[in-house]
């Protein structure tokens, strides 16, 4: 059995974070005594990801993603707990690890601003220490895969935010990292630059083999890129397994689809058999309870003149909203 | 070793390339650098006509020299402002030069060697431009002339390293700006900025001598304008090179403890 690539072992990570009352004379008492206050942005995680694993890490704002990918690129110190990166303390960040892994955090500049991202590109060949000949190998790889073209050879500060980001990217793997930390790569951009980079995320890991761990608020990057995630919230993990299961161990309920025949039907006498969701194109989507499906289909077919009935699972949305809208005692641990 | 040449090289050149891109910036900025220079002339020049022709042995045309060559040094001593570090701690800048396998500090001397280059032409003019409003007194002789290069480099180095450190105190204050001020008011007197350490009271250079700032920028240019009696020279290399050894020693406690704070509370 291969050892994993990541390895996390009741990881907490405790920030102090100043405190201070409004006022003239908080403000005054605050010169001579500082007030803290502990705040667990992550909470006794445990997880671990093998080699070429892709892993969708997930939780609202504040849950305690981006704490968790700092403290394993290295950036952030635990406050107890064991992290291993390929072997490696991350935050004693040594060379060798740091050669072969990256962080690439949505709308962080890297690239110098004036001048084309080609040459911020030779500064990194330098700083890497990469061989020319590999360096040109990866750089046409990555031009070809992020459809980069002439986008190079403009200055950054005239490129798009998506191009910009395509080349962020780019910057970021020129080294060939092992290890992949996606802080939200696809924000801010629209639906095409996000499906390439998400293309090129699953390419990347397909050709090099390497493990990505990613963070993202769009589920359309999740559902085509991890089969396994993780989700956190209020910095405890609450679930590590499949996206599949956590869709059927979350969302409460399922939606059918409705497709009356010649007679139209009323929205309010359809209503009876659950929430309407929307009425559009000549059908009618309703949502109802998961365990009273089976049996409002079954009615649905026999009381009402229609044609067609579906059944199906809601968007993972409603899942992963339903788990933030739960409160955190009642959700279970996995 | 290759790999830090290779840094130095490639940071030097995207700073030139960066900068070719502002060139009406650049020539503002550099005019800006005239002003200061001009005010001290000035002002030295009315003084020593006033004080019958010298003002602690001091001619008119030594003040020019001075100055020019003040100029000069001043460039060649100048540093990443501390300002700049303090706003990359900020703006969380660090954090992807934390992720890279080299110290940042390489990157930053690699990129202000690339602006001195780019800047030294128009140094040089404005030096030129100088002389002929201030008809400066030179007496240079090849020795001091050999030995100011390595007094400049060594200037150079304490001088980038202390700001560097300088600026790696936003790790632990939030606003530096009062501590930067409080420093460049030192460095005004005890560079030899505002007047030349000999006309200074004593106790003054006595400071400015057990401070690093002297040797930063005063003792090159006292060097190569033979202000400096020719037996304190050694003194001069032995003081610069003790201070850039203490600066480097800080710099590494300074910036261990630093990424240590930066990785315990922010990142």
């Known amino acids: 059995m291969t050892s994993p690539v990541i390895e996390i072992e009741h990881l907490v990570k405790t920030y102090h974070v100043p405190e201070r009352e409004p ?8 010169l001579i005594k500082r007030k803290t206050r502990e705040v667990k942005a992550v909470h006794d995680i445990s ?29 952030l110190y635990p406050t107890s707990g064991k992290v291993e990166v390929l072997n490696y303390q991350p935050s004693k960040r040594e060379r060798a690890f740091l050669r072969q892994i990256t962080l690439v955090m949505g709308q962080r500049n890297q690239l110098v601003w004036d001048i084309p991202a080609a040459d ?8 890497y220490g990469i061989p020319e000949t590999e360096f040109r190998q990866t750089l046409q790889e990555l031009v070809e895969l992020l459809d980069l073209g002439p986008l190079i050879t403009k200055p950054v500060r005239n490129l798009s935010l998506g191009e910009r980001m395509k080349c962020e990217i780019a ?40 493990s990505v761990l990613l963070t993202s608020h769009y589920m359309a990057d999740v559902e085509a890129l991890c089969k396994r995630v993780i989700v956190i919230h209020h910095g405890r993990i609450i679930f590590d397994g499949q996206l599949s299961a956590l869709v059927d161990r979350f969302n409460v309920n399922k939606t059918i689809i ?13 209503a009876q058999y659950g929430e309407v969701i929307s009425e559009e194109n000549g059908q009618i989507t309703l949502k109802v309870p998961r365990d009273q499906a089976t049996r409002v289909t079954t009615r649905l077919l026999t009381e009402l003149p229609i044609t067609d009935v579906s059944i199906a ?8 909203e339903q788990i933030f809208a739960t409160p955190d005692e009642a959700v279970p641990a996995n | 070793m290759r790999t830090l040449w290779a840094v130095y090289r490639e940071s030097f050149r995207l700073t030139v390339l960066e900068m070719s891109q502002y060139r009406v910036n650049l020539a503002i900025w550099i005019l800006s650098l005239i002003a200061e220079p001009i005010i001290y002339m000035t002002v030295w020049t009315i003084v020593t006509q006033e004080q019958g022709g010298t003002v602690g042995g001091l001619t008119a045309g030594q003040f020019s020299a001075y100055y020019i060559t003040w100029m000069l040094v001043r460039h060649f001593t100048v540093t990443l402002a501390p300002d700049a570090i303090e706003w990359r701690v900020r703006n969380g800048i660090f954090s992807g030069l934390l992720l890279r396998p080299l110290h940042p500090i390489h990157q930053d001397v690699g990129s202000n060697l690339g602006y001195k280059l780019v800047a030294l032409p128009i140094i040089l003019a404005i030096m030129f431009g100088l002389a002929l409003v201030f008809p400066p007194t030179f007496q240079l002789q090849p020795l001091t002339a050999l030995l100011f290069v390595p007094a400049v480099i060594l200037g150079y180095l304490i001088r980038f390293i202390t700001h560097w450190v300088l600026g790696l105190s936003a790790f632990w204050i939030t606003r530096t700006q009062a501590l930067f001020g409080l420093y460049f008011v030192a460095e005004i007197f005890l560079t030899g900025r505002f007047a030349p350490m000999s006309i200074l009271p004593d106790w003054i250079e006595a400071i400015a001598t057990v401070s690093p700032f ?14 400096m009696p020719a037996d304190q020279i050694p003194f001069g290399f ?18 261990a403890a630093g990424v240590r704070q930066y990785t315990a509370v922010s990142g």
């Open chain 2, 214 to 227: 002297r040797w930063m920028i005063a003792f090159p240019v006292e060097l190569i304008l033979g202000i």
């Open chain 2, 238 to 255: 032995l003081m610069q090179a003790l201070w850039l050894f203490v600066m480097i020693g800080v710099l590494r406690v300074v910036w």
């Open chain 1, 120 to 127: 911020s590109f030779e500064l990194n060949r330098a700083i």
């Open chain 1, 47 to 75: 997880f671990q990801v093998q080699p070429g694993e892709i892993v969708g890490f997930l939780g609202p704002n504040g849950a305690g993603k981006t704490t968790t990918l700092k403290t394993l690129s290295g950036l």
């Open chain 1, 23 to 30: 006022g003239l004379r908080a403000a005054l008492v605050s």
């Open chain 1, 171 to 210: 910057g970021a793997l020129l080294h060939r990292p092992k290890v992949l930390f996606l802080d939200e790569p696809t924000i801010g951009l629209d639906v095409t630059a996000q499906r390439r980079i998400r293309e090129f995320i699953r390419e990347y890991n397909a050709r090099y083999g390497a």
């Open chain 1, 258 to 270: 409705v497709r009356p025949g010649d007679e139209p039907i009323e929205t309010a006498r359809i």
């Open chain 1, 313 to 320: 699972d809601p968007p993972i949305e409603d899942a992963i």
